[in-house]
């Protein structure tokens, strides 16, 4: 099979060549058609996640140690399967459910993958993922049937969709005149703002740096956008019942944060790295909730996916490119240049 791994933290992806997986037990061969490219795939590149106050946590430590093969949002045509995978046969076309956990565990039994802590196997994360023509699923419980949707747009449901998805869900219960805003607008603002509107939300002001962000968040269904590097946006977002922030910098928590109205909450998704320094009695005065929501179960996947089946999640923009040019998707998503989501095509390279 062919990947584009990280041979060296920081340096661009090399193509190689190595032997293609057989599956065994539950095990099943999926060989890649499209694989989205997602902003942590540039942490992981980079090799480490900004902690703040100088401290960083290195993807090595749990366990994407090069050569490492990225990418977490895979679509593709299952290939072989071992001989107690039940379900699905060569041929078949799947999403693959990437934040797999031990399958073990307490909270894997309890469908809670994502939150695994005793050795998940996120694909593209800590086992080799879908920049390559190839990757192995370990059962076929993780493969789902997306018929009727895009391809390219039905790999960006593993990991943006699902994020944005399970983080709306994480928010209090509004009123159809509440207003929620969408900090950053990049692959996963996008979605998320789509994802808003499917759950009955109209008051949603989209937040970016980026005037070509801005301008997609209003096609995508924000009522408004507010450009955070203007000098009104903190009393523009006043009176938030919450923020989503899909940035999850200094700047984009203290904006979210402070604008909540009393009661209000602050979710945040992004990864985008630093710290979080403030004063604890205004918490509890103001009884707001700041809350943590990563990735997604397969269980919220599979509610995602029938969502974008009856066309409720309006598509962001997706561009699909050559796999061979997965190191360009990276350079430009680093620089800020993709509005909406890169999607690599695998069908074109021969494995
Ligand atoms: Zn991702
Ligand atoms: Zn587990």
């Known amino acids: 099979m062919l990947s584009w791994q990280i041979m060296e933290h920081g340096r661009p992806l090399q ?32 090799g480490y996640f900004e902690l703040g106050g100088g401290k960083r946590f290195y993807v090595k430590d749990r366990g994407c140690v090069p050569p490492f093969t990225p990418g977490h949002e895979p679509f593709g045509v299952v290939e072989a399967v071992g001989p107690r995978a039940k379900g699905v046969k060569a041929g078949d076309r799947r999403l693959v459910y990437p934040w797999i956990g031990c399958g073990k565990c307490a909270v894997c039994k309890a469908g809670q993958d994502n939150y695994c802590v005793s050795g998940s196997r996120f694909l593209g994360v800590n086992r080799p993922g879908a920049y390559s023509t190839h990757v192995l699923v370990p059962d076929p419980k993780y493969l789902i049937d997306t018929r009727g949707v ?3 747009f039905a790999s960006t449901l593993a990991c ?67 450009d955070t590097r203007s000098p009104d946006a903190a009393r523009e977002l006043q009176g938030l019942a919450a923020a989503v922030d899909f940035v999850g910098s200094p700047a984009t928590a203290a904006l979210g944060i402070a604008a909540l109205r009393k009661g209000g909450r602050y979710v945040i998704c992004g990864l985008y790295g ?24 397969l269980q919220e996947l599979r509610e995602v996916v029938a969502l974008a089946k009856k066309g ?31 999607v690599l095509n695998f069908e074109t390279v021969a494995a």
């Open 274 to 297: 630093g710290e979080l320094s403030h004063p604890l009695p205004p918490i509890a005065q103001r009884a707001i909730g700041i809350v943590g929501s990563y990735v997604g179960s």
């Open 312 to 342: 409720k999640i309006r598509k962001a923009p997706v561009e699909t490119r050559s796999a061979e040019r997965a190191n360009e998707a990276m350079e430009d998503l680093k620089a800020g240049r993709v509005v909406g989501r890169v």
């Open 160 to 226: 943006s969709a699902l994020t944005a998805y399970s983080a709306a869900l994480k928010l209090p219960k509004l009123a159809p005149k509440d207003t929620v805003a969408v900090l950053g607008c990049g692959g996963l603002g996008l979605i998320g703002i789509s994802i808003l509107r499917a759950r009955g939300m109209t008051n949603i002001i989209g937040c970016d740096i980026d005037d070509a962000k801005l301008d997609a968040a209003s096609k995508m269904g924000a009522k408004k956008t507010v």
């Open 15 to 46: 193509k190689t060549f190595t032997e293609t997986p057989k599956p065994k037990g539950a095990e099943v061969l999926v060989r890649i058609t499209r694989s989205g490219v997602c902003h942590s795939d540039l942490h992981i590149w980079d």
């Open 150 to 152: 895009d391809d390219s």
